[in-house]
């Protein structure tokens, strides 16, 4: 019967009506949640099969939610260095768990008002825990494995073992080891042949230590001065390379350092080591200046400066390459006379903590310089006071003893002393040796002070000491639909089949948005289309009970008619 239709249709529109009006509290309770998407009821008529042309059977409404997830909010400033917003397509990856685990609930969001917890991650308001990839020191995605090796990352796998909770407490400090060292000063014009003078640079290890180059310039003919180094006082040797990665200048040492005193020196006393496969001994029993080939004698010894001078005799190498310098043994090598080999460190006292390089660290090697004719670490003027040609002081080889990296290879320092022909580094004009400046990079170590996140999701890592160093890089979730993602509390959403395929792409790039730091994206809600959609909903919810009480009043009529 028509008018029981009409009822259920009647009936239909109230509860339609209901789901309208719960979506528009939803949105208006939403209006400042970040990264909130407003979600409107739309309706679709419901017909009922006619069997008559003549009569009409109510079929009613049925309400569809659609949600807004492709609507981008207004992106509006924040002071928090951890909130971050998208400006365009993308969700940041987040996880129920701090480290995900199996059956842990992945997540999507654009609530990125994201906050340091008391164990170091970094979790959004609606407790979402923000994964993205770990960096390398370059800011490439990778990791160091157990091994020290660099592993790839998947960059589509979406699981624990590639992407990563974001967690600042891992990261302690840094130091950065120099890796270009920049001088500015005039040799002068005037001084004679042989005439040297002295200065130093100060630069960084990797393990953050200050050290002390010291350099020795000595005008060797008119418009030529040779450079000389003397290693810092944690190393085993220096070099000095040309343009092409020659050597062209080599020299290790032997250090004894710390205070002199007679249980110092009882340390000594059967610690050996070779050079070149001749063993040397310390020997207690023998005094310096008479020991037999092979032993260092160190009974009586007054200084440490009296040992090396009897290490250096006790070597006797016969083209004077080993020598005595104050308390340490400097070991120059050149072109003709081959390498130098230092090794076999043994200490049975197991008290040689004053000797450097420390016994038990292994060998090092004073590399051959190279043929004369490639260079000998010179530097020749033009006459106008300008270099002419530095290209075989180039970069600075350190192999340390004190457990650092060695700055050799990729990791040498690259000297820049000037550009050819231009007065912006070293110059010879007249007047007095003048150090002007000392320039290098690298830094102590420094503890983390802050982050900084860049628009390709680069999360960057700032240091006390100046330094900075990329510790992740977040990535952004796209989807074919993403109007198809289904719903979660926090402001989030999980995939499903409605919001096609899920791809991982690096931020600003493949259709992904950038991330925007210090700024916060703002719920879509327009709070006066909501109330104008709510006077709407309430209206029409009472036509539909209208309808209800309408059609009662006819059927009472229809029933009195039997009456």
Do not use: C
Request: glycine residues 12%; aromatic residues 8%.
């Amino acid at each position: 019967m028509s008018l029981y239709s009409a009822m259920y249709s009647s009936v239909a529109g109230l509860s339609a009506q209901s789901n309208a009006m719960s979506a528009i509290s939803d949105n208006i309770t939403n209006v400042n949640t970040t990264g909130f998407k407003g979600s409107r009821v739309q309706f679709a008529s419901m017909v009922t099969q006619q069997t008559s042309s003549r009569t009409v059977a109510a079929g009613g409404v049925q309400p569809t939610v659609r949600g807004s997830n492709d609507v981008q909010g207004l992106l509006s400033p924040s002071s928090v260095a951890t909130d971050m917003a998208i400006a365009g397509d993308g969700y940041f990856v987040v996880n129920e768990a701090p480290s995900p685990g199996l059956g842990d609930q992945w997540g999507y969001t654009r609530a990125g008002s994201f906050r340091v917890d008391n164990e170091g991650y970094l979790v959004n308001a609606g407790g979402w825990y923000l994964q993205a990839w770990p960096t390398l020191p370059d800011g490439s995605v990778g990791y160091y494995d157990n091994t020290g090796n660099v592993q790839q990352i998947n960059q589509m796998a979406l699981d624990n073992t590639n992407l990563r909770p974001v967690n600042l407490n891992m990261i302690s400090g840094t130091a950065a080891a120099t890796s270009r060292l920049e001088m500015k000063l005039n040799l002068p014009s005037g001084a004679g042949i042989t005439e040297s003078h002295q200065s130093d640079a100060l630069f960084y290890d990797s393990l953050g230590n200050s050290q002390d180059l010291g350099l020795t310039w000595t005008k060797t003919a008119v418009n030529e001065w040779q450079v000389e180094l003397l290693p810092p006082r944690d190393a085993a040797l220096v070099n000095i390379k040309d343009e092409d990665g020659n050597i062209t200048f080599a020299r290790g040492q032997l250090m004894l350092e710390g205070t002199f005193t007679d249980g110092a020196l009882a340390e000594l006393n059967g610690a050996s080591f070779d050079v070149d496969g001749t063993t040397y001994t310390f020997d207690d029993t023998v005094a310096p200046g008479t020991g037999t080939p092979g032993v260092i004698g160190i009974s009586g010894a007054r200084s440490w400066a009296e040992i090396t001078e009897e290490i250096a005799d006790a070597i006797a190498d016969p083209q004077g390459r080993i020598y005595a310098d104050g308390n340490r043994v400097l070991i120059d090598t050149d072109s003709t006379n081959g390498s130098i080999t230092i090794d076999n460190f043994t200490d049975p006292n197991g008290g040689l903590a004053k000797f450097m390089p420390t016994f038990g660290a292994g060998a090092f090697e004073v590399l051959q310089r190279a043929d004369p004719a490639d260079g000998q670490n010179i530097i020749t003027f033009s006459g106008d006071g300008t270099p002419q040609n530095i290209s075989d002081v180039a970069a600075i080889e350190v192999e340390w003893a004190n457990g650092a990296k060695n700055m050799t290879g990729p990791d040498d320092i690259d000297w820049f002393l000037g550009t050819p022909g231009l007065p912006d580094g070293i110059t010879q004009f007249s007047g007095g040796f003048q150090p002007i400046s000392v320039h290098h990079n690298g830094a102590r170590f420094g503890a983390i002070s802050g982050v900084n996140i860049g628009e390709d999701g680069t999360v960057t890592a700032l240091f006390d000491n100046g330094e900075s160093r990329a510790i992740y890089k977040i990535p952004l979730a796209t989807f074919t639909n993403p109007n198809g993602l289904e719903s979660r509390s926090g402001n989030a959403w999980v995939h499903s089949d409605a919001a096609g395929p899920l791809n991982l792409r690096n931020a600003g790039s493949a259709g992904a948005g950038k991330v925007e730091a210090n700024a916060l994206e703002a719920s879509t809600v327009d709070i006066g289309e909501e109330f104008t959609n709510m006077i709407i909903t309430q209206r029409a919810y009472s036509a539909a009970g209208k309808i209800v009480t309408t059609a009662d009043q006819m059927l009472d009529e229809l029933i009195r008619l039997k009456r």
